[in-house]
């Protein structure tokens, strides 16, 4: 079983629609969570950490449940720029490596 | 901050020829530096962890006669494809991160073609 998988997608939406994705991680241990956005032949970056009690960055709000050991974004009214692969990523350890989904691809059309 | 700068950004190179790819913190000084490999459409696949002044720490499958890692400072890592061959084509991504932290920074990556 992979550490984190997710739903590839792709997801194709509307602008200003919302959407959710969820990702899932085999390490109940794991203490640090992330999500990464990934550009097409770009290098991932940091969109944003989660946190135990959900938090909320702009309009890209990300939930944990240990319980289940699942993450989810939700991004609200879309924009043609939010078009890229989102990782999940997730530290399963207590060193510092990090496991990566494999991404889902999230297009927003006009 | 938190800049994380990699060059080249794109090579080519001949079989059985060695690639230097080079990765530095710009703004921060990064303890730990790991180095990724993504195929297309794949996740990212750690290849190994280096810690400034030691010895990397290579994931199982990854060959560290080929893939030779140096640390050298808080702010500079390489690593070195040896005697590449095609299957070898890939992008690589380093990441850096400060002392007690978990998120990692990227570098731009290196696409290496080997013909």
């Known amino acids: 079983r992979k550490e984190v998988e997710q739903d590839p997608g792709p997801f194709n939406v509307p602008e200003g629609a919302t959407v959710a994705f969820n990702c899932t991680y085999s390490n109940s241990a794991s203490q640090s969570f992330f999500w990464y956005r990934q550009d097409c032949r770009k290098e991932p970056k940091l969109l944003m950490s989660v946190y135990s009690s959900g938090n909320e960055d702009g309009r890209f709000t990300a939930q944990l449940n240990r319980a289940s050991q699942y993450i989810s974004l939700l991004i609200r009214d879309s924009k043609l720029s939010d078009s890229a692969t989102y990782l999940c990523v997730v530290n399963p350890s207590d060193d510092y490596k990090l496991s990566f989904g494999a991404g889902t691809t999230v297009t927003v059309r006009a | 901050g938190a800049v994380v700068s990699q060059h080249p950004s794109r090579v080519i190179c001949k079989s059985g020829t060695s690639v230097k790819i080079e990765c530095r913190s710009l703004?921060?000084?990064?303890?730990?530096m790991f180095w990724y490999r993504q195929f297309p459409k794949k996740s990212l696949m750690l290849m190994a962890t280096s810690n400034e002044g030691s010895k990397a720490t290579y994931e199982q499958g990854v060959e560290k006669d080929k893939f030779l890692i140096n640390h050298a400072s808080l702010t500079l890592s390489t690593l070195t494809v040896t005697s590449a061959h095609p299957e070898d084509s890939s992008f690589y991504i380093c990441?850096?991160?400060?002392?007690?932290?978990?998120?990692?920074?990227f570098g731009p990556g290196t696409r290496l073609t080997v013909t």
């Open positions: 990441s850096a991160s400060g002392t007690g932290a978990h998120e990692q920074y």
């Open positions: 703004d921060f000084q990064a303890t730990t």
